[in-house]
Every structure is written in structure tokens, then in C-alpha cells.
């Protein structure tokens, strides 16, 4: 099959994903028809029931097919007179792409850099055209390589091929953005469902009763029924066109390397997975860790705070851009694997332009710490805008790991409030190993096959890690209830536990160390297989006079 | 065309999926009737046969031991499985140096004490020092990572269940090093060691240098070569090569009486994929049994692993239509079936009585022309 002929196909299929609908209702009402005209009455108004109960997700899946028109990527939007040399840049690039530059720029909270175009008729005439660009990304990549990803995304429209393929490649975003939707609704159906059932749970367990077995299966049954249709029918649409999509991303890249040089767009493309990578770990580990204490870090921080942990972490780097993945993400993803892209660009002839634009592409904007802090004002939920904010990083850290540890509910916690019937505290399992039953109450965690499986002391080994990890954080939580844990920051490693000076040792550097060792081997005895809670207890704070 | 084309073939899928599935289940029903049809008969006789020879049916075979345990070692397991160290340790204690039996004593107590060590602890209490219990405290740790791995292949194995075998792997260095010290003239603690090696993948070089440990203080034991050469074998650390050279190396350089003709066999066992039994009765083959025969023959009749020859010889024997002399070995060890190259097998004791009763079979048959 020819090229033009397979993007025929593509758009046929396309125009069936309409057409689907209408023949899931057709049959419907055929199968009502035939029922009412030659059925006996009874039978015929139980049809017709069954089938309006059928029709329902249909018709909703109609109005979902047209819901990611209204779609909003929350950002900030600037323009020519906010960030002149940002907009000069963008517009030399579409020039340079021969394209049509785009109407509106959108700054968002994400690793991503996209050309959007509202398409009119399933994308078969052009609209108008935005450009969202995420300020970690721009954190991340220096301009050279901004230039690069710009000038991709820019050459998605004007690929060299067909007109058809351009449609084809609008096509597969907008039905990769539909399953999507499809995908988080249901989620979100299970995850309200598992919300309302723990909750439940949790209150018969206050009342001293057995908790269900929490069970989401039926959740969002017509939703996940529908998705599953329109989703059977979206991947063999995304894979009957996926040659025409890799084709594009490959010219895509040619054009990127002509505009913004080889080396800059080769190593974008080893950045942006690496990016993406990181930016993950500094929204868990950093921006987003106070969330539970309803605390943000100090306003401009959000954005901010990548940038320093990109340059504190940088060896880190090194590696995760060494590891390429080699495998496309999903059988149905447009984009051909990252490590095949990388290596057909750096086949290109050297073009002499490595030592171009190696400034940090956020230096574009005119003032970025201000543009930094508006961002957030722009991305963050209603309810995370009315968090306090942390006077700074160590009060954020401090006040999140106090927060986390006197709500810790690890599975030990919960094994132990069925095991005792009570609340489960430190001082209550440290009686029950003292009395002998930490393995009849380690039965009642959530094991693996194997492990429960196990007997003896094949047994204990399996759960020891998990024992380990569970006794470690409640003795932490203790201490933090007493106020005598302090939290050292970092943006290099992971933060370190201080604890009180009786068990610090003399040496400031390892005292964090020889305090872990110390309060490690009190853990160890009290989970060995003849347990001893002594050197636990001892280094406990003295607890309040009961 | 092709629009049609395509969903036309997405609907004939899932009929041809279910006409295949039928007709699967059609044929393997089939093949099961023809089985049974042929097979009975013939099975029956053979275990009658076998009956006539004072041989005893699979239900009735042990799957424990590949032998009786000698005198006083079932009582000695028994009370620590009760909780009671003192059988055990004073079954230790009077083999002395006789490293051949020491090494057969700990990794049988060391068993029990993998599934549970109270009463190993109560002797560690008692005695903090006692080379014995610290040389059962290591082997039982060995046993106990290879339990927790489980025996089944890497890709069916839980990366829980290799953090638990790697983690009490570490861990029993440490205790292997404490038995050795504690007795230094003693094998079996490096001979444990030799699993360590297994699970956590020593380079050869380690290996070798292990080897020399053990050589120096038993050169022709038999429960170290043994599993020394698990080693080098291809589904461990080593290749059929190096399996071989070593298995060979180790037979010609032995003693007559030590067993280690045994070798050969199991090198050959371990790498043999063949669906017939050609390549067991090849000259080199039947050298290596002839070899093996004058082996047991010349052994001590006490040798705890006298028993494990036999079993292997007895399979090689029948293997090869020596059925008279296959019988003789199976007449020696019949009763107990935990021995290479039935142990293998999840239904050890039908294997084992399966080539068994072929071979008295034959020699019923033969037998019967002259009658």
C-alpha cells in the first residue's frame, strides 16, 4: 500500500469512529423495531427497555467524542509585549519551519512543549493555532535545544508529505486524547468508589467490627463497557495509521535538526525522557511533599526548585540520559523509540553549530522569577491556592515529615488493629512481641503467595523487610511526636533523619549515620528470631505518665 | 476495498480463534483415549513383576532419604524437631572427623533447623562456641535462602523471593566464616559455602580458590564434589565443558571406594536434552558405568553415599539393558527413591518405579524361556 492510499484508510477509519456510534444506535433500534411489530407485548416492552438501557452509554459516548474540544490546559498565557524575545524567537522558527506561527503562547507546569491547533471537521481544515510551552522544560533545556523541540513541533505541519498525512497525525491526537479521557473517567469512577468503600471500612473498624474486603470491580460499569468499545476501536485506528505517524515524527526530526542544528536537537531528544524522569521525582519528593500538611514551598519555589535540583542532582543526569529507552512507550505510540530517533539524527553530517545557544532557554523570558511565581497562580487547583506557604525548604520538609509520620498508616498499623482490636501504638507492639506473637500478627499483613506460603522461619525472612521498614518509621513517628527528630534538606540526596543527641554520638557529620546504626540494630533485635524489645525501649523517649 | 477487507477479518477472528480451540480440544481428548487404551495393560504386568521381586510400589517408597539414616540419626532428628538439641549434637559429636559423615549428619539437622531453629538456638545458648551447632547454624541459613527462593526457574521466581534468597545469602558468609574459624581443620562449612557460590554467582576465580579450601582438608569428598560440580554446571555458573573437565578430572584422579566415578554420570545427566536414550548407551557411556560398578563395588558398604550411586547406576544400567545387573542395584536401594535422577522429578517415586519394573520385566522374561 502506498503511502497516500494507507492515509486514505486512516481517514475512512476516522470518519468511522463517528460512524460507529450511529451503527450501535441503528442496531438498537432495529432490534426495538422488530421486537414491537412481531414480539408478543410482554417480551417487546423488556426489549425496549434493555436496549434504552443500552443506548444510554452510546449517547454519552457521543458527547464525549465531542468533549476534548472545550479542553484547557491550565497556564499562562503571555504576550508579545509580556515576553518580546520569547514571541521573536517562536515566530523566527515558523518562518524558518514555513509555517504559520502560532495566534496564542500558553506557559504551562509541565514537561512538554506543544503546537495545538483547534482543527475544525475532525481536523480535515486547519484552526487557530496555540504554543504550550512548560516551564520545566524550558528550566531544563538550554536554547539550542528549545529551538530544536520548536521547530519538531512545527514540523508536524508542514511534514513533506501529504495533506492527508497531516490530517492523519491530527487525527491520532485527538483520539489518543479521547481514550485518555476515557481511561481517567473510569479511573476516577474507581477511585470514588474505593474512597467511598474505605471509608467505610475505616468506620466499621472504628466500631470494632471486621472491614470488608474493599471491591471496585463494579465500578463504572457502562463507563468501562463504552471505553472498552471506543478504545477496541481507537487502537485499531491508531494502528492502522501508526506507519504514516512514525513517518512524520522522522521528518519531524529532519526538519528540526536543519532548523536549530544536529546536536542541538539530538540532544534534546536524549534530555526531554530525562526531564521527564526527573520532574516526576522533584513533584513527589520536593514540590508536591507538603500537600498532606496542605503547605507549598515559598511562592516562585514551585517552578524554581527544579532548576536547583537539576543542577544539584547533574551526575544523576548523566545517567538517566545515557539509558534512552529503546522500546516505544505503547504498540499504538506515534513517536518511534527515542533511542531510533537519537541515532538517525546523530547519523546526519556535522553541521558545525554544537556551540549555539547553550544559555538556559528560561533566561528568554524577561523576567522569569516573576513569570515563575504568576505561573503558579495559574496552574494550581483552587484548593492548593488557599495552602499556606513554607517560609522555606527546610520548614516545608520539617513540617510534611511531622505531618506524615503522626498520620503513618503503615500495613503493620493496620495488621495490628485487627490483631489487638485496639489503636494500634508502638507501646502495643512492643507487648505483643514481648509476649511472643509478632508472627501470629505478621499473618494478618498483606503477603505475597509465596510468602504466606511460608512457615517457619522460611516465614519470618519473608516478612522481616517489611516488619523492618513498618517498626522503623513508627519509632521515627514516635520521636517526632516528641519533637525530637529534625529533618536535614538536600537537593542532592534524600533528606536524613536527625535524632536526639543521646543517641547522635559526639561527631556532628556521622551523627546522622551512627544514629541510623543504632536505632537499626534496636529494630533488628526486637524483629530477631528470639525478639528482644530492650534496646528498643531504651532508646525511646520516656513516655508521658500514663 | 481494503476499509471492508479489514473489518470483515476483524470479525472472522474470534469464530476461527474458537473453531481452533475446538478442534485442539477434540484431538488432545483423542490422544488421551489412545493412551489409555494402549498403555494399561502392559504397566500392570510390569508391577506385578516387579512385586515378585520383593519390590515394594510407589506408595510405599520413601521420598525423604535416598537411604535409611544410619543408627541414631532419625532419633537425633526427631528430638530437635521436639525441640531437643542434645541427640543432635551428640550424634556430631561421635562422628568426630569423619568429614564424609559429618558433612551427611549437619546438612541433615541443618535441614530441620531451616524450618525451625529453637532448638538450635537453645544449643547456641548453651554452648556459644560449639564448632557443631555454629557449623549447622551456617548450613541451615544456606538451606533456608534456598527455600525461600523456592525451586523453581529464575523467570517464575518473585523478586521478593530473590531479595530473600540474595539477603540470607549475604548474611550466612558471615556465620560460614564464624564455623570455619571455629574448626578449622573441618570441610563442611566451605562445602556450604559452595551454595553461596551458586546463588550469588561467584566468578570462577573465587570458586577455584574455594576448591583449594576444601581439597586441602578432604580431597575426595564426596558431598563436595558433588556440589562443586552443580557449580559448573551450564544451568548454574559453569558450561557442560567445564562440568565435564571437572567431573572427569575429579573420577580419574580419585581413589577406588570414594565414589567420585559418580561424577561422570550426573555431568552427563545434568546436560542431557536427548529425547532417547541413544546417547546413554554410547561405549563412553558404559565405560563410565563399568567404572562406577567397580566404584560401589570397592566402597566402604557404610559410605553414606553408597546409596546415591546405586540409584544412579541402577537408572544407567537399566538405561542400557543391563536389566540383570540394573535389578541388583534396585534390590540394594529399594524403599527410598530421594536420590539423582528421581529426585528431579515431582513424582519420584511413579519414575523411579516406572524404569525399575521395566527392568525386572526384562529379566522376567528372559528368565522365562528356560522355565
New interface residues.
Given amino acids: 500500500?502506498g503511502a497516500t492510499?494507507r492515509a486514505l484508510?486512516a481517514v475512512?477509519?476516522l470518519l468511522?469512529f463517528y460512524a460507529l456510534n450511529l451503527v450501535l444506535l441503528a442496531v438498537l433500534a432495529a432490534l426495538d423495531a422488530a421486537a414491537l411489530r412481531w414480539a408478543p407485548s410482554a417480551l417487546a416492552g423488556k426489549i425496549v427497555i434493555v436496549s434504552v438501557l443500552l443506548a444510554v452509554p452510546v449517547i454519552r459516548g457521543m458527547f464525549m467524542l465531542r468533549a476534548p474540544k472545550g479542553e484547557d490546559v491550565a497556564g499562562l498565557e503571555v504576550t508579545e509585549a509580556d515576553e518580546p524575545r520569547l514571541w521573536a524567537l517562536v515566530r523566527e522558527l515558523a518562518d524558518a519551519a514555513g509555517t504559520r506561527a502560532p495566534d496564542r503562547i500558553i506557559l504551562t507546569g509541565e514537561v512538554n512543549a506543544a503546537v495545538a491547533e483547534q482543527p475544525r471537521l475532525l481536523g480535515l481544515l486547519p484552526g487557530p493555532r496555540r504554543l504550550y510551552l512548560g516551564i520545566p522544560l524550558m528550566t531544563g533545556l538550554s536554547e539550542a535545544q528549545l529551538r530544536a523541540v520548536l521547530a519538531h513541533e512545527y514540523g508536524h505541519f508542514t511534514g513533506g508529505d501529504t495533506r492527508l498525512a497531516a490530517v492523519v497525525v491530527r487525527g491520532r491526537t485527538r483520539i489518543e486524547r479521547i481514550i485518555e479521557q476515557f481511561r481517567t473517567r473510569a479511573e476516577r469512577k474507581v477511585a470514588e468508589e474505593r474512597a467511598r468503600q474505605e471509608k467505610a471500612a475505616a468506620k466499621a473498624v472504628a466500631k470494632g467490627k471486621k472491614a470488608k474486603e474493599i471491591d471496585t470491580t463494579g465500578a463504572g460499569l457502562t463507563y468501562r463497557t463504552m471505553a472498552r468499545i471506543y478504545t477496541l476501536y481507537g487502537t485499531?485506528y491508531l494502528r492502522?495509521s501508526l506507519t504514516t505517524a512514525r513517518d512524520q515524527e522522522y521528518a519531524a526530526d529532519l526538519a528540526a535538526a536543519r532548523i536549530a542544528g544536529r546536536d542541538a536537537t539530538a540532544s534534546a531528544l536524549r534530555e526531554i525522557p530525562a526531564l521527564a524522569t526527573a520532574h516526576a521525582f522533584y513533584l513527589d519528593c520536593y514540590a508536591m511533599l507538603g500537600v498532606r500538611a496542605r503547605l507549598l514551598p515559598p511562592r516562585g519555589e514551585l517552578f524554581g526548585g527544579f532548576g536547583r535540583m537539576l543542577s544539584a542532582r547533574a551526575l544523576e543526569l548523566v545517567e538517566l540520559r545515557a539509558q534512552l529507552p529503546d522500546e516505544p512507550a505503547s504498540p499504538y505510540d506515534s513517536h518511534p523509540p527515542i533511542a531510533e530517533r537519537v541515532r538517525r539524527i546523530e547519523a546526519l553530517p556535522a553541521d558545525g553549530r554544537a556551540e549555539e545557544g547553550k544559555g538556559v532557554a528560561l533566561d528568554l523570558l524577561t523576567a522569569p522569577e516573576r513569570t515563575l511565581a504568576a505561573l503558579e497562580d495559574a496552574v494550581l487547583t483552587e484548593e492548593a491556592r488557599t495552602f499556606r506557604r513554607a517560609a522555606d525548604w527546610d520548614e516545608l520538609l520539617n513540617v510534611s515529615m511531622a505531618e506524615s509520620l503522626a498520620s503513618l498508616d503503615t500495613p503493620l498499623h493496620r495488621a495490628l488493629a485487627v490483631y489487638t482490636k485496639d489503636r494500634p501504638t508502638l507501646s502495643g507492639l512492643l507487648a505483643v512481641i514481648d509476649d511472643g506473637q509478632l508472627w501470629r500478627l505478621a499473618q494478618r499483613l498483606p503477603l505475597?503467595d509465596?510468602?504466606a506460603a511460608?512457615?517457619?522461619?522460611?516465614f519470618r525472612?519473608?516478612v522481616r523487610?517489611m516488619l523492618r521498614e513498618a517498626l522503623r518509621s513508627m519509632v521515627l513517628a514516635e520521636f517526632s511526636a516528641h519533637s525530637l527528630v529534625t529533618w536535614e534538606f538536600s537537593w542532592e540526596r534524600a533528606a536524613t533523619a536527625h535524632l536526639p543527641g543521646s543517641l547522635a554520638g559526639d561527631g556532628e557529620n556521622d551523627g546522622g549515620t551512627k544514629a541510623g546504626a543504632v536505632l537499626a540494630a534496636a529494630v533488628e533485635a526486637a524483629l530477631a528470631?528470639?525478639p528482644d524489645t530492650g534496646p528498643l525501649r531504651a532508646l525511646l523517649p520516656p513516655a508521658p505518665a500514663a | 476495498m481494503t476499509v471492508l477487507l479489514w473489518i470483515l477479518g476483524i470479525l472472522a477472528v474470534p469464530t476461527v480463534l474458537f473453531a481452533l480451540w475446538m478442534a485442539r480440544v477434540f484431538v488432545k481428548e483423542y490422544r488421551k483415549e489412545l493412551k489409555r487404551a494402549s498403555q494399561s495393560p502392559g504397566t500392570e504386568d510390569a508391577s506385578e513383576v516387579a512385586e515378585q521381586f520383593g519390590l515394594l510400589p510407589p506408595e510405599r517408597q520413601n521420598t525423604d532419604w535416598a537411604a535409611p539414616l544410619p543408627a541414631g540419626w532419625a532419633a537425633a532428628l526427631n528430638a530437635a524437631r521436639g525441640g531437643d538439641w542434645r541427640p543432635a549434637a551428640k550424634v556430631l559429636h561421635t562422628i568426630g572427623r569423619d568429614w564424609e559423615r559429618r558433612s551427611a549428619a549437619v546438612s541433615l539437622f541443618a535441614e530441620q533447623a531451616a524450618e525451625e531453629d529453637a532448638w538450635l538456638l537453645e544449643w547456641e545458648t548453651e554452648h556459644p562456641d560449639d564448632p557443631d551447632a555454629a557449623v549447622v547454624r551456617a548450613r541451615s541459613t544456606v538451606f533456608l535462602a534456598w527455600k525461600i527462593r523456592g525451586s523453581k526457574r529464575a523467570q517464575y521466581t518473585t523478586r521478593e523471593q530473590f531479595e530473600g534468597f540474595h539477603r540470607t545469602l549475604v548474611r550466612s558468609r558471615e556465620e560460614i566464616a564464624r564455623a570455619a574459624a571455629l574448626n578449622p581443620d573441618d570441610p563442611t562449612p566451605y562445602i556450604a559455602e559452595i551454595w553461596v557460590a551458586l546463588g550469588l554467582g561467584y566468578p570462577h576465580s573465587e570458586m577455584d580458590k574455594l576448591w583449594a579450601e576444601i581439597t586441602a582438608r578432604a580431597p575426595y569428598h564426596y558431598e563436595a564434589h558433588f556440589s562443586a560440580l552443580q557449580y559448573w554446571c551450564a544451568k548454574w555458573r559453569g558450561s557442560e565443558q567445564l562440568a565435564t573437565g571437572f567431573a572427569e578430572r575429579a573420577a580419574a584422579g580419585a581413589p577406588l571406594g570414594s565414589l567420585l566415578t559418580a561424577l561422570p554420570l550426573i555431568a552427563h545427566y545434568e546436560h542431557d536434552e536427548s529425547e532417547d536414550s541413544a546417547v546413554d548407551r554410547t561405549p563412553e557411556m558404559v565405560a563410565r558405568v563399568d567404572a562406577a560398578l567397580a566404584d560401589a563395588a570397592a566402597a566402604d558398604p557404610a559410605h553414606p553415599r553408597l546409596p546415591e550411586l546405586r540409584h544412579l547406576l541402577a537408572y544407567y544400567l537399566s538405561l542400557q539393558d543391563r536389566d540383570e545387573a540394573a535389578l541388583e542395584q534396585f534390590k540394594l536401594v529399594d524403599g527410598y527413591v530421594n536420590a539423582l535422577p528421581w529426585r528431579y522429578r515431582n513424582d519420584m517415586a511413579e519414575y523411579y518405579c516406572t524404569i525399575r519394573d521395566s527392568s525386572a520385566a526384562a529379566v522376567a522374561a528372559a528368565a522365562e524361556p528356560a522355565a
Wanted: proline content about 5%; hydrophobic content about 50%.
Fill in positions: 500500500m492510499l484508510r475512512a477509519l468511522g485499531f492502522a505475597s509465596e510468602a511460608a512457615t517457619g522461619r522460611a525472612e519473608f523487610p528470631d528470639r
